[in-house]
């Protein structure tokens, strides 16, 4: 299908709620940690295909701040996953850097230290940025930056004219990249589930009910076809923005 795709106009950040491990699991009569054992190998060849075709940033969705709500075992053993899954082979092989966002300070420890060792082996590669949002939510990211600002500025008021987009997009976790261009939703649920709220103001949705495991780099191209028929207009009119094609 890549012949399909424009490739002048390939989407620089690409975020994804990778949903459906569970269900995938369950319809083969198989525990949960067997979707999301599952759901590493997507991962694999996503990030794979996404650094082939040119993305610059790929955000993944993989732990909310509700999902410490979920019973322990499964908790535990996605813990687990994270940190046999953090291999050489993704990153390196496919020049790709890891970041991570979210509220570390809930992780346990052994996992921190390993996130903190792949960001500091991955951080000379350039292909692309793989960045997993881990113990993340969008509302707490705001409040955070908010809470940040006030710790920024208490030698000194905040004027109501002071707070601007600027200043709240920089204390955000995601500063260092630009907002998603595209945000692709697996497994058939049609919400956003509280990710990136800030960021995907004009993000262009996709919602597939191909469940996260069985997300194929066909799959990836068709989400970045439907990005590509799209005419983003930030506000504007049609014909304004054709008019400014035409140029």
Request: contains cysteine.
């Amino acid at each position: 299908m890549t012949a399909s795709l424009d490739m002048t106009r390939i989407p620089k950040h690409i975020a994804i709620i990778m949903d459906g491990n569970g269900r995938w699991a369950s319809e083969k009569g198989k525990p949960r940690s067997y979707g999301h054992q599952a759901g590493v190998d997507a991962v694999r060849r996503i990030t794979s295909e996404a650094t082939r075709l040119g993305v610059k940033f790929l955000t993944l969705y993989t732990f909310s701040t509700e999902n410490w709500n979920r019973p322990a075992d499964e908790i535990s053993a996605l813990m687990g996953l994270v940190l046999t899954s953090l291999e050489d082979e993704i990153f390196m092989k496919n020049n790709v850097r890891f970041r991570v966002i979210g509220d570390r300070k809930r992780l346990p420890d052994e996992v921190e230290q390993k996130l903190r060792e792949t960001e500091e082996h991955t951080k000379g590669n350039t292909a692309m940025t793989m960045v997993v949002a881990l113990s993340y939510s969008a509302r707490w990211e705001i409040v955070q930056a908010m809470r940040n600002i006030l710790i920024e500025n208490t030698d000194k008021p905040l004027q109501p004219t002071d707070i601007t987009e600027e200043m709240i997009s920089h204390h955000l976790e995601t500063n260092f990249m630009p907002d998603p261009e595209l945000l692709i939703r697996t497994g058939g649920e049609l919400r956003i589930s509280n990710y990136l709220l800030w960021q995907i103001a004009y993000s262009e949705l996709y919602f597939c009910d191909t469940y996260w495991p069985d997300f194929s780099e066909d799959d990836l191209q068709k989400a970045i076809q439907s990005y590509q028929n799209r005419q983003r207009r930030f506000g504007k009119t049609e014909a304004q923005v054709e008019a400014e094609i035409t140029k």
